[in-house]
């Protein structure tokens, strides 16, 4: 999120006052997309001690800074209560635990109005200042503001404090029993936090304001095309002054460069004191560059409330896509082209962190998504971090956004809460140019009529506009796409046979149907193979057999889903996970939990390209999914998005073939590559994979010798990792061989260590799993060098130099 500092050097002196921080406070997160905020903030998320499984008495000495009846520990957001073993039998923490942040406030201050933003508390938020317990909130996957200014102590040391529930509660979505859950949820203050410091005469936050189509900054086009646009922007302004005040209200809006394309300044009606009244900007845009997934080309909207003299009080900026869609029974149409929907689920939990993970890892995660080849992620079951939407913005990712849910319809309260999730989901995301449908239903649920119409409506209030706006539901009801799993319906014919006049799309494949409804079904040749063996849920140490059968899987039921209306679809799932009714992973991802990628993900990247979109994915590539030992097939598939694939064996060509056209490619864009190898020969295979005539890409896989040394190395993804934000990576330690290949059968305990501004998570040492040990390293307060070394039993240690850096 880009913030600017008020330009007053008075108005300057007293904020820092306030905070404690430097004169010119800004946050260092990337441009909001559609996320509104205050220009003039802290992060708020240093400085909090945090204490959990204590005596819940609301006492006067949880105010108190010299209290030392509880044990409190200094913690940096976004904070997970417990950090979770990745697999254990003991159930993940749930209880009550307290937050408190001490701060000052100068008497200068008191003229403007102070208030907290939580982006993320789970699961049941109370929040107090100085004793007074100001709201309840219900609910954490979405945020709200609370008022601070009328009950601050001025020149005196305040004391804020959040006691957060995480136990089950059949009030607040999603509602099932943890015990009883295909995921978990989490606790602690999971999200950044901010206190915002605003004019009184400001542009007010979509959420708080708790309006239809109201509040803060709303976007919409109309008629865009290459040649044309019409952008519409309301923007809603509140006089908290207690006379009538005037205002202007002027908007700018930037390309991609920073070149102005458009701007303008409206007179807002006279503001009675306590009033709020919406403005309504248009503007044209000549030639616009249209936003699609191999373009995802941003605008920057900057929109500054003006008082009487000129002078500018409050002002936001937020970046938006020009784009059209539409749902249609025969397909889904993103400016005008008609468009196959590639995607996958995710869930966004981390090993050890659980939920708290920094903008940047969230940015990481839709990054690998992208990598994979897909255009477009299904958020489930919950709605994600305002970070992870604004990297599919910038990266180019469709996105459908999901209320909590899961199996579960709770009774009058529970779905007044899961109502309020729609129209609060909606509110905060409504601006991302990534999102083309919402999801306002409760996921696998048996939900009544009279909920769906409320649900679906409460969109088309939200966004009252005549395109561009869709709801969906796994029932065939109300909503205006159709949005079942694959599994819903029984084989072979699945969906192939869906004759409504309604867009259908299917929302999870290539799990369930293999693993608990006689796996394999639709394929003669499943029928010998054991229920362990044709199930998609592989974890990587499994062994390579069960890395290609879950490859297959997915092949077989992508392949599948071209059959029939389903105008595109979303895998079961992008990332393994931890669920609460299950002491194992569910490790269906076609990257394990630590996102490391199985050779599924190689199968979804051959789906892609092979001409590089504007970011450059999408780029022909080619994958043996074998590790050419003796226990290896002799069958040997290949994924490629080229042409033609050349396989050598020790530099001797064996074949060069065209893609495979068996019952699992024939509707592919980019069928697999099957190859016979006449006996098992240690040595190295190579693919070379070519696009019109000449060689484009290729892949070496050599048989794997002894145990030789450790490789270690990090994951970037597009992000570096970033002091002072509860930034983590994940650090990788692979067992190689002497040629530097890959030992995948490899268990050895690898001990880690870490030197410098940041600290190693979890299990220490860590088992390898198919040749690789994975630790997550997490930056500090101040950017630097950081080392890491790994040791192992016969063995040389092994160690990786990297650096954390200053916040973008």
């Known amino acids: 999120m880009l913030f600017r500092c008020l330009s007053s050097q008075a108005q300057l002196l007293t904020l820092a006052a306030f905070l404690g921080l430097s004169a010119c406070s800004r946050s260092s997160s990337p441009a909001t997309s559609g996320t509104e905020v205050s220009p003039l903030q802290s992060t708020f998320n240093t400085d909090w001690e945090f204490v959990r499984d204590v005596d819940t008495t609301m006492g006067p000495s949880l105010f108190v800074r010299a209290d030392k009846s509880k044990s409190w520990a200094t913690v940096m957001l976004p904070h997970t209560p417990r950090l979770e073993p990745v697999v254990t039998a003991e159930k993940q923490w749930q209880g009550i635990s307290f937050y408190r942040r001490f701060f000052r406030v100068s008497a200068a201050d008191t003229s403007r109005r102070v208030a907290i933003r939580f982006e993320g508390a789970m699961n049941e938020a109370d929040v107090y200042l100085n004793g007074r317990r100001l709201m309840r909130h219900q609910g954490g996957y979405l945020p709200f503001t609370v008022e601070l200014t009328p009950y601050l102590q001025v020149d005196a040391e305040n004391c804020l404090v959040v006691k957060l529930n995480n136990q089950d509660n059949q009030a607040i979505p999603p509602g ?9 949820y989490y606790g602690g203050l999971y999200r950044p936090v901010q206190l915002l410091v605003q004019d009184p005469l400001r542009i007010t936050d979509a959420v708080e304001a708790a309006r239809p189509a109201g509040g803060g900054i709303l976007l919409h086009y109309e008629n865009a095309s290459a040649q044309q646009a019409t952008l519409h922007i309301q923007t809603e302004i509140r006089n908290g002054h207690r006379t009538a005040r005037p205002a202007k209200l002027r908007t700018v809006v930037l390309d991609a460069d920073g070149k102005e394309v458009a701007s303008t300044t409206t007179d807002a009606p006279l503001l009675t004191p306590g009033g709020a009244t919406s403005v309504k900007q248009t503007f044209s845009l000549a030639s616009p560059k249209l936003w699609s997934p191999s373009q995802p080309y941003l605008y920057r909207v900057q929109v500054a409330v003006l008082d009487e003299k000129g002078n500018s009080v409050d002002q936001q900026e937020l970046t938006t896509g020009v784009r059209t869609i539409r749902f249609a029974p025969d397909g889904f149409y993103l400016n005008g082209q008609k468009t196959r929907l590639r995607g996958t689920n995710r869930h966004q939990e981390y090993p050890y962190l659980g939920y708290a993970l920094s903008d940047e890892m969230q940015y990481r995660d839709a990054w690998k998504i992208k990598e994979a080849g897909f255009n477009f992620v299904r958020c489930s079951h919950y709605p994600p971090s305002p970070a992870f939407l604004q990297a599919c913005d910038a990266l180019g990712l469709l996105v459908m956004n999901s209320i909590p849910g899961w199996q579960f319809f709770g009774d009058a309260a529970f779905q007044r809460n899961s109502l309020q999730n729609v129209r609060d989901m909606v509110r905060r995301d409504r601006n991302h140019p990534s999102i083309v449908i919402w999801e306002a239903a409760l996921n696998e649920t048996d939900m009544s009529k009279p909920f769906m119409d409320q649900a679906h409506q409460a969109v088309h209030e939200e966004l009252p506009f005549p395109t561009d706006v869709y709801t969906c539901g796994w029932m065939d009801y109300a ?50 193979l054991k229920e362990s063996e044709r199930t998609s849920r592989q974890l990587r140490g499994q062994g390579e057999r069960a890395l290609q059968q879950q490859a297959l899987n997915f092949q077989e039921a992508y392949n599948d889903n071209f059959v029939g209306p389903a105008i595109g679809d979303a895998n079961w799932l992008m990332f393994d ?14 990257m394990d939990i630590y996102r490391l990628p199985k050779f599924a993900f190689y199968f979804y990247q051959s789906q892609y390209g092979p001409v590089p979109d504007a970011l450059g994915f999408g780029k022909p590539m080619v994958f043996i999914a074998s590790y050419a030992q003796p226990t290896s097939s002799r069958q040997v598939r290949v994924y490629s998005n080229c042409s033609e694939v050349e396989l050598q064996l020790n530099g001797r060509t064996l074949a060069r073939q065209q893609p495979d056209k068996d019952r699992y490619s024939n509707h592919l864009a980019h069928p697999s590559f099957t190859f016979t190898l006449p006996k098992f020969t240690a040595g190295t295979l190579k693919a070379v994979a070519y696009q019109n005539g000449k060689a484009a890409a290729e892949y070496t896989q050599r048989t794997p010798g002894p145990a030789h040394h450790i490789q270690l190395t990090f994951d970037k993804s597009g992000r570096e990792l970033t002091a002072g934000r509860q930034d983590a990576v994940f650090v990788y330690a692979t067992v190689v061989d002497a040629q530097g290949t890959p030992v995948p ?3 050895s305990a690898i001990q880690f260590a870490a030197t410098g501004n940041a600290e190693l998570l979890g299990d220490n ?25 790994a040791t192992a039993s016969g063995l040389p240690d092994a160690k990786l130099e990297l650096r954390s850096v200053k916040p973008q």
């Open 176 to 184: 099932k029993p943890l015990k009883d859950l295909d995921f978990n």
């Open 479 to 528: 909503y205006d796409v159709f949005i079942p799993a694959r599994q819903h319906a029984k084989a072979p014919d699945y969906w192939h046979k869906y004759n409504k006049q309604k867009p259908i799309l299917l929302c999870e494949y290539g799990d369930w149907e293999y693993y608990a409804q006689n796996a394999g079904f639709n394929q003669t040749a499943y029928s010998g």
């Open 577 to 590: 996970y931890k669920r609460g009714y299950a002491p194992d992973i569910e490790s269906s991802g076609v």
């Open 745 to 747: 059968d490899a268990t």
């Open 765 to 789: 040492p860590v088992k390898a799993e198919a040749g690789i040990a994975t630790t997550l390293l997490r930056a500090g307060s101040t950017p630097g060098a950081v080392s890491v070394t």
